[in-house]
């Protein structure tokens, strides 16, 4: 399925033990358009990290609920 990167920006990131964080960014491939990896925002004890999140670690997108399910 199709989403337009708007769809995605500010989403929050769900792993199986809850929220890990929200997208701020996407690369995307120049020649084919195609998103190479989501910057993800990850609150941890130093601070916020930004983390990269790979298209082929994404299970689920519900862009109603602005939830990405990682696992």
């Given amino acids: 399925m199709f989403h337009t990167l708007v769809d995605l920006i500010e989403s929050s990131v769900l ?3 809850g929220v890990v964080g929200h997208v701020v960014d996407a690369y995307v491939d120049d020649r084919t358009w195609a998103i190479r990896y989501l910057v993800v925002v990850v609150a941890g004890p130093d601070g916020n990290k930004e983390m990269v ?3 082929e670690a994404i299970t689920d997108i ?3 609920e602005g939830c990405i399910r990682v696992g």
């Fill in 15 to 17: 792993a199986n033990d």
């Fill in 53 to 55: 999140c790979f298209p």
């Fill in 62 to 64: 519900d862009v109603e």
